[in-house]
């Protein structure tokens, strides 16, 4: 009858029991038949020195002198009636776990956990040396404080001659045993069960890939379910994916929520210095977990950072990464470059160094996508990973001595190997670097990505981590955050959180607010500031710079939204514009494109316009990017006047190829004017509405500009605020709107432009708003500047 597969059911965590977890029969009697042993070990060494004493006589002068293995025989007795009430009675359990010894260990607590340990280490020697002493001294008839010094003296004068050579031999060989020995240990720590308390609920934002991992734990637990369907249990998992994303904590869970021991393995642990180390690790590490597996039923073996093992070979430039050593999840943002633009656009602009094979690679398989090299030297040293990849599939020879040897010297098969349930885990940012070999089914079966958090997914672990805390921000506040944070994973959730109650404390409160959110978010997205300060006439240029970038992407750009503006100098930009996908969106249009190389070229057009025809080199990176930006639509895209690929009649060998046959020099160079003619023609055209654009935008590109010299970092929010005249989370946009706001402003710019044009010193001071001192008049709001010009309204 076969067995099927049900549905996964949670295991409880050690203090969800009301009653104790039942012992095996061995662990019941092992130390009852230990004391048993001994006591008849004493009464056989009582008839070894005097061979008249009969076997009674014997017994009852051990009884007489040995009272001691009695009464451990009766505190093991004690022991074990205790564990017997305890599994079956709820409140005599909890009495014993939750007050007596619960209250030892809150006291134990108490002391510096570095001194408790080790005060432990030490009466456990001196236990074990007591003990020792005792045996030693009734063995040899002395003293126990001499007989542990006559240990290894006795021993060796027990020895022949013969036996003394051959334990010299030994001593010798077992220096380099013991050396190799020594150097094979650490980096591989085991948890036995109820030993980690994480369990799947604790996993949040990636709901999709915890139900593919509990169907593994299902296979682990009820093997039948697809054995005796002529399956078999898949036995390796690799979750791949950006950092911080859940990979090991998802491992965790796993380990929790099964009743089987979990092998945690140190991504270092197979680095040796001596050849052959790394081979003696694996193998001790897979003997270690056959052993697990046998006693326990299963075994889950974790390979954190698995790229430092999984390959033999320097990495090739591949998909995956695209150029070799390139992360695809990495980017450096930039003012006046990058900071701007979406995350698709940025990795767009980050692979235009790729061949143009890569980039217009259609997707493919994670196994298709990985190309290796060879004869480079592995990351895990010499034979470890060959002998990993061995023992993951290799033969499993038959266990033991006697199964090996004595039945088949008797002419008897021997018995083959039971079948181990060992589940293997790995966990990777860098798939490219594994070995095809580890890949293969049969070793790894299952890759699962481990992506960024849906926008669900990340509400769902912001409610998680603001729960643990005190804090004010209300449902809508959460899923607000959640949408300007689209690409954050539960590591950056969660130090975010920390962070924003940090900041909080700094202040000298223990309630978290939004304002210490934002200041958190600022700071981990930027980083702290340089301490410097701009001269008058740089910080107004900077700022009308950055005001450009942020009042073009909010008139144009629909499919992003402005994250933060600031003109605080940091390690590689004077100020930025940042914006992010206010949804989860996976294709880009050419509306879309064309919209983020206008917020590119706003910049050099606000320099001209409001400098008098003047511009700075700040504006370099945002012509590259918007140079190629519009050189991929016209030529690769198909969102130009042609429909043609370069990428295909470059590697063809016409419009700038090199393979033999390709057409002559004026052909390529009349294809390449061609295409640069429709770039240019792309970018002049996009830059005319740019200019319209910012003319029409003129005074809010000056209030903008304002905030951000008065406040260095305004909010997306809060820009929209002051575009728009509104209330905003941090300022208030109404003040902008108003005749005089727009005549000051206007007044102060000019002066700017004089003071940049003769490289001399502003003489006024900024205009005050949003905060402006008491006693002052109301300004007379307008509701638009432009559409009501006064005589002092700019012209």
Known sequence: MSIQPTEFVSRPRDDERTTRKPLALWDRVKFLLLLTGLFFFFVWAQMADNPLLPYYDAVNDTWRSKRWIFLLGGIELARQLHYFVAERWAWYHRLWSEKIFGGLNRRGDRINPWTRYRLARVVKLLIFLVVLSLVLGTLFDVSPALAIFELPKRIYDALPLIFQLIFGFFFVMIQFIGLFWFLSRGGIDVYYPDDVRTRFADVWGQDAVVEKVKENMIFLENPEAIEDKGGYVPGGILLWGPPGTGKTLMAEAAAGETGKPYVFVDPGAFIAMFMGVGLLKVKGLFRKLRRLALKYGGVIVFFDEADSLGNRGAMQPGPFGGAAGASPWSTTPACNGLSYLSEETTATLLRAGLAPSVTDEPPRRIRDRVFMGGMAGGGGGQGTLQALLSELSGLKKPRGFINRHVRRALGMRPKPPPKYRILVMMATNMPQALDEALLRPGRIDRIYKVGYPSKVGRVRTYHGYFDKVSHDLTDDDIEKLATITPYAT????????????????????????????????????????????????????????????????YRVRQHLVIDIATIEKGGNYLGLVSSIPPEDQFTRWRTEYEADVMVSLASLVGEKMFFDGDSSSGVSGDLESATQIATLMEGYWGMGSSVTSHGVTHRVGIGGGGRPGAPDEKENELLKSNLGERIEEKLGEL??????????????????????????????????????GEQGPLLDGREYHTKEFAAEAEAYHELVVAAHKGHAKVEVPLPQLNGHRRGEPEREPVLNPRDDRGPDAPS
């Open 490 to 553: 539960g590591a950056t959730i969660k130090d975010l959180v920390n962070e924003s109650l940090i900041t909080a404390i700094r202040d000298g409160r223990a309630t978290i607010s939004w304002r210490d959110v934002v200041k958190a978010k600022q700071l981990k997205d930027l980083g702290p500031p340089e301490d410097v300060e701009y001269i008058e006439r740089e910080r107004h240029a900077t700022a009308v710079h950055e005001a450009c970038h942020a009042v073009a992407a």
């Open 687 to 724: 830059l005319e509405q740019t200019e319209r654009l910012i003319e029409d935008n003129r005074f809010e590109v000056l209030a903008v500009a304002h905030a951000l010299e008065t406040t260095k970092t305004v909010t997306g929010d809060d820009v929209k605020a002051i575009i728009e």
